[in-house]
Nanobody, 119 residues
Framework: QVQLVESGGGLVQPGGSLRLSCVASTSIFSIYAMNWYRQAPGKQRELVAGITGGGSTSYEDSVKGRFTISRDNAKSTVYLQMNSLEPEDTAVYYC?????????????WGQGTQVTVSS
């Protein structure tokens, strides 16, 4: 079982920045793909950004050029740097860890951290 603990959410004005962090309780953090999802009120949870164990990244179209995902395997931590925030980015942001073995898939979720973009 892997526990994920997010931090860094809060209230920010449009155009501002926040950095989310997610610490994982596993000694094999480097083999997990790490993802950030978000869920706005009344909407489905959506994948925002992902990073593989090897460092390859991917982004949802609306955040490209504004958000950056990164990881520090020595600290078992994944980050989401969010710049030029917009009110539409308001949501609960969830950290996700995923790996697949020949016989099983493993996926774990954090408790979520609220991000509110408002003037």
């Amino acid at each position: 079982q892997v526990q994920l603990v997010e931090s860094g959410g809060g209230l920010v004005q449009p155009g501002g920045s926040l950095r989310l962090s997610c610490v994982a309780s596993t000694s094999i953090f480097s083999i997990y793909a790490m993802n950030w999802y978000r869920q706005a009120p009344g909407k489905q949870r959506e994948l925002v950004a992902g990073i593989t164990g090897g460092g390859s990244t991917s982004y949802e179209d609306s955040v490209k050029g504004r958000f950056t995902i990164s990881r520090d395997n020595a600290k078992s931590t994944v980050y989401l740097q969010m710049n030029s925030l917009e009110p539409e980015d308001t949501a609960v942001y969830y950290c996700n860890a995923y790996r697949k073995s020949p016989f099983k898939e493993y996926t774990y979720w954090g408790q979520g951290t609220q991000v509110t973009v408002s003037s």
